[in-house]
Structure formats: structure tokens, C-alpha cells
């Protein structure tokens, strides 16, 4: 069986970078203090515990699962904001846009004797071709322990190198034990993989539940799985941190994506009544050469 490399919570991002894009996937160890992993835990189940399972063949029969996050406990908005996280993010997202944002969060509580899941990317939600750029990643946190026999997430290090169109057919083939591996884990870690990379949540052999969270990151011109403009309040929005407001959807994305009449969106919906000037939000890199052009405009004008 193929393993998964293992870091402690303080390792530098350079690290998680190195073996995310040798191997697609990479686990942090232990990174939610024990308190605050009890407190989300006791937050969570409160939710999951009046919720009924899923009825479909993805999503699974014995399985919950629960979205809009940010709002269940303010854990899951830490989680959201760990700085190596975000610095593994920053990697592979910002070269293709000017800001990222949070494409869903979703916890997924796996019941007893539900089987394993097909094998698949989760890039395809996005229906274009982006042959070696990465439009999305992952954060998988364990609630409860991920073994070997409880549901963990199952892995193919290494698929996400695979030819676009060979990986299907290649993944949907029953694949050596080589090549698979099992995302196992003690609570309170998070496993990092690439949209890229197959996975598949694993059978539960056991009788007990597994709860796993997902905080998923994307390109922020993307549309977003989870629609956090009409799941969140302005309550839960003003209860959140700055970064994560931008990270939920409340930015312009440089230079005119999701502004409002000229209006940075949550200047908008704080004070939506408010006559403002329509705003440009050009890239720095771009705003001399603008600038640069105008002044030889109103020169020649002049002249």
C-alpha cells in the first residue's frame, strides 16, 4: 500500500509544498489544540445529530453531511485561517488570480457499513481544461479519528500526474493496492490533497460513526460549490474575521469581479442604502501603465 507523508503543525509550508506536488496529498498532524477540538466536536453534533442521512449513490445512503460551516462553531473559522494553510494556498492559487476564496466547507459524517465511495477528482466541477494548473484544493480535518477501518479518505498519490485522458478510465479500473493509500489520522490533523488527485471516502467497517470536515479553496473567478452569499446572515458575516469575509466571497477580484454599482461588496451589504463613488479595483501591477497612458492622453490634449 502507498503511504502519505506526515508533518508536525509548525512545519514550514515549503515542506507541505514539496510533497504536495510529488505526491497530491500531504496530512498535518494534531493541528487543533485538544480544547478547541472538543469544543467543535460538541458544536458539530448538535447539527449532524438532527440531520438525516443522504439518499443517493455519490453522496451515499449512511452518510450525513452538512455544509455552511462557518456558522456551526467558530472553530471551523480558525481552521479556515491557519497561516501554513493559507501559505500552501498561496501557492498554487495566486499565480492564476488575484485573490482565492473558500469554494465550500462541508463536514461528512460516515455511519456504519457504508461502502466506499467511487473513485474521482473534484476539479471536474469546474468544466474546463486546465492542464497543469490547479484551480482548487482540499483540507480534509479529522473530527474523529481516521483508521484503517472507519471510512478515512483513500488517496491515489501520484494521480495527479496522470494524463487528463487516461486518469478516468485508469481510476475507475480496480488499481493495485501499490497505488492506493489510506488517509489515516489522529483527530484535530488535516489532510491537504490536490482537486486533481483521485480520492474516494472509504468503507466504515466499523460500528460507529466517522466525522470528517472538508475546507475546500479555489481560484476566486470561479463559481463557488457552496453558496455562502445566500447560506450566510449579515450576522454570521459580521461575526466572522476580515480575512474570512473576503475568503467566503466579499471581495472584488481584481479588476471588476463581484463589485456592486462600483462598490466593494461589503461595503455594500453593511450600508447598502449609502451613495458611493463608482470604484475602480485595477491590479497594482497594472494601475502606472493606466495612470501612465491617461497623463499622455491629457498632454496631447492640451497641446
Partial sequence: MATIKHFGPFTPAEKLIEALTEDGCVVIDTVLPPERHAKLKRELNQHLDAIPDCQGDFYGYATKRLGLLFNKSDVFQEMALVPSILAVMDHYLLPSCSQYQINLTQAISIGPNEPRQIMHQDDPMFPF??????????????????TETNGSTVLVPGSHKWPRQESLNLALNDLPPEQIALGTMKAGSVLIYLGSLFHCGGRNETQTRRCGAVISY??????????????YSLEDLEAMPDKLQELVGYFVHKPNLGS???????EFVKNPAKLKLFTEFLPEAVKPFVKEFRDQSLTKNAA
Avoid at 481544461?129 to 481516521?146: K, R, S, T, Y
Avoid at 479555489?218 to 447560506?231: D, H, M
Fill in 129 to 146: 481544461l486546465h492542464p497543469g494548473q490547479e484551480v482548487m484544493l482540499n483540507c480534509m480535518w479529522a473530527i474523529d479519528d481516521f
Fill in 218 to 231: 479555489s481560484l476566486g473567478w470561479l463559481r463557488q460549490a457552496e453558496n455562502a452569499y445566500l447560506g
Fill in 260 to 266: 456592486i454599482n462600483g462598490v466593494h461588496p461589503l
